[in-house]
């Protein structure tokens, strides 16, 4: 036997064990419905290896990833043209994580993984709000005859929990369409307060990582001007880290061979350090 050390092949931190963890890190390589820049499923695998650059302890919430108890499942085989088959083996593994009493939190892929994630959500919770933080309203019935879509999820999301479940927070591109629909609905947040009548709900949070401004997120598949900054997110998720209930999260869309600089990837991986912490 080789002596080593080697060095780990998981998210920095990560428990060896699925049965101690209380959080359950799964990639999701899928990047089949993209309708700009593909690229997104060789994230979860970019954003291990980058993480071994940070440290484990989030000053932000000032604790440590080795008290967060999670383990890194590693990624899902996902086939490539089926998009109706990956989203059933998320949801079977999904199922299988909050069978056993955990949480999930998911590393895409593109933004339609978090469907099967809700969809296996709904058979262990009740009053389930998604709050999405994105650029794009991802609110389209359909694109180019499709409905399984990366720029239809939040839509599809909405069918199962109801509109009234849903909050969406950086907005800023889609068609005029599914501005209106997010009028109708009242689903765009701009306050921090405004998220306080969910505090007695069961939330799932997905982070689209093109919400952040391009100048700090550039690989992503469709950059959109007049993002968030890094502190401002920051700012969201340390709000919802008191007295909500966050059952998962999600951080998707990042396509790291756009930014050959690593700059993006390192940033999602802080994002994801911060998020273990919330969970």
Known sequence: MLKGPFLSKDFIGSLNSFAEAKTVLIGM?????????????????????????????????????????????????????????????????????????????????????????????????SNIVVIQFDAHTDLRDEYLGEKLTHSGVMKQ?????????????????????????????????????????????????????DVLDPGIMSGVGTPEAGGMSYNELLGWLKYLSMDFNIIGMDVVELAPDIDTTKNSTAAACKIIRECLMML
Do not use: W
């Open 29 to 125: 390589p899928f990047d089949g419905t993209t309708t700009n820049r593909p690229g997104t499923r060789f994230a979860p695998q970019a954003i291990r290896l980058e993480s071994i650059g940070i440290e484990t302890y989030s000053p932000i919430f000032d604790k440590d990833l080795e008290d967060c108890r999670f383990y890194d499942a590693g990624d899902l085989d996902l086939p490539f043209g089926n998009a109706q088959r990956v989203l059933n083996i998320i949801k079977e593994n999904a199922v299988q994580i909050y069978s056993a009493g955990k949480k999930i939190l998911g590393v895409g892929g593109e933004h339609l993984v978090t469907l099967a994630e809700i969809e296996a959500i709904k058979e262990f919770y």
């Open 157 to 209: 999301i909405a069918n199962l929990i109801g509109f009234e479940n849903i909050a969406q927070i950086g907005i800023r591109s889609g068609e005029k369409e599914e501005f209106e629909l997010m009028k109708t609905y009242s689903t765009l947040k701009h306050r921090y307060e405004e998220l306080d009548n969910f505090r007695d709900k069961n939330i799932f949070i997905t982070i689209d990582l």
